[in-house]
C-alpha cells in the first residue's frame, strides 16, 4: 500500500491584513496537530480500520523564507493484516516564492518504500526541477506555485471575492513527471457554532468566521479525455488562515482530519523590503 498524498499548502497560518486587497500577508509561525480517522472505504479498498496523527509545523519569515515540517503517522487494519504508513516531509521557500528546496521520506511498516529530494526553481518561462533523489535527473514544467505561493493564492482569491479558480502547484511530495492541477472553490464566510467540536482548540479564533473550501488534485492522468481527480479536500479555513476539519477523500476510501492542538508563536517583526531581496 502507498502512502496516499496529502495537500500541505492548506495547513500554513497566516495573518491576513485587516482591510485593503492589495496588503501584505503575514504568515505566523504555528505548530498544529490532527487526529486522523477512517471516514468510510469501500469493499475494493480492503481497508477495515485505520487512524493516525498528523503534526505539521510551519516557521520563518518574510525576510529569511518559510520552512515546512510534517510528519504523518498512520496504521491500517487491513484484510491481509496491519499496515504503519510513516510520511515526512521538509522544505524550504525562499520569500519570493523563486526557489524551493525539499525532501520526502515515506515508510512501510517502518522500512523506506521511497524518498524524493532535490530543488525547485521558478525562471521566466517556467519551473526548473532538479530531483537528488531517487535519482539524479533535471525536468522541465510549465509555470507553477510552491505551497506558500499557493496559500497566498488561495487567500488573494478569496479576499478578492473569486469563489472558483485553477492552478498548477508543485509540493516536493511525488517524483512527478508534471505538475499537479488543482481545482479551488471557496464559499462564504461563516461563524464558528457554538457546539463545534474544534471550538476549544481554537481558543481566540473561535471568534473568527470561517470559509468552506474544496481543492480537488488532479494529476493529469486522465484516460479518453475524463478527468478524475486524484483525491479532494474539503476544509474549514478562518480569516486568520488556519485550516481544520478536514475530510480528504480518495477513489476507494476518505479519512478526516480534526484539529485537536493548536501552537501559534509570536508574529515576527515586519522586514525591511530590501533586505527580503
Not at 500554513?12 to 492589495?22: D, E, I, M, N, Q
Not at 515546512?68 to 525562499?94: C, H, N, Y
Request: aromatic share 10%; glycine share 6%.
Amino acid at each position: 500500500m502507498r502512502p496516499p498524498r496529502f495537500a500541505f499548502f492548506l495547513l500554513a497560518s497566516v495573518l491576513s491584513a485587516a482591510s485593503g486587497v492589495a496588503a501584505a500577508q503575514t504568515l505566523l509561525p504555528h505548530r498544529a496537530v490532527y487526529d486522523l480517522a477512517l471516514s468510510e472505504a469501500s469493499d475494493e479498498s480492503d481497508i477495515d480500520a485505520m487512524n493516525g496523527r498528523w503534526v505539521f509545523e510551519f516557521a520563518g519569515s518574510e525576510c529569511e523564507g518559510y520552512t515546512l515540517k510534517s510528519r504523518i503517522v498512520m496504521r491500517f487494519d487491513m484484510a491481509d493484516g496491519p499496515r504503519l504508513i510513516d510520511q515526512r516531509v521538509t522544505s524550504f521557500e525562499d520569500p519570493k516564492g523563486e526557489t524551493f528546496r525539499f525532501v520526502t521520506k515515506s515508510f512501510v511498516d517502518e522500512n523506506l518504500e521511497s524518498e524524493v529530494a532535490g530543488t525547485a526553481r521558478r525562471e521566466e518561462d517556467g519551473t526548473v526541477i532538479a530531483y537528488d533523489e531517487p535519482e539524479e535527473t533535471e525536468r522541465r514544467f510549465a509555470p507553477v506555485l510552491f505551497p506558500t505561493g499557493q496559500l497566498r493564492e488561495l487567500l488573494d482569491k478569496a479576499r478578492a471575492g473569486e469563489n472558483f479558480y485553477e492552478s498548477a502547484i508543485f509540493d516536493g511530495t511525488e517524483f512527478a513527471e508534471q505538475p499537479v492541477m488543482i481545482s479551488v472553490v471557496v464559499g462564504r464566510p461563516k461563524p464558528v457554532e457554538s457546539d463545534d467540536p474544534e471550538r476549544k482548540v481554537l481558543g481566540d479564533l473561535a471568534e473568527d468566521t470561517f470559509m468552506p473550501v474544496t481543492a480537488a488534485y488532479f494529476d493529469g492522468s486522465a484516460k479518453d479525455g475524463e478527468e478524475i481527480s486524484d483525491y479532494n479536500v474539503s476544509f474549514k479555513l478562518h480569516e486568520s488562515g488556519v485550516q481544520r476539519d478536514m475530510l480528504i477523500r480518495y477513489p476507494d476510501y476518505s479519512m478526516t482530519a480534526k484539529l485537536v492542538n493548536l501552537d501559534l508563536q509570536a508574529e515576527q517583526e515586519a522586514c525591511e523590503t530590501e533586505n527580503a531581496r
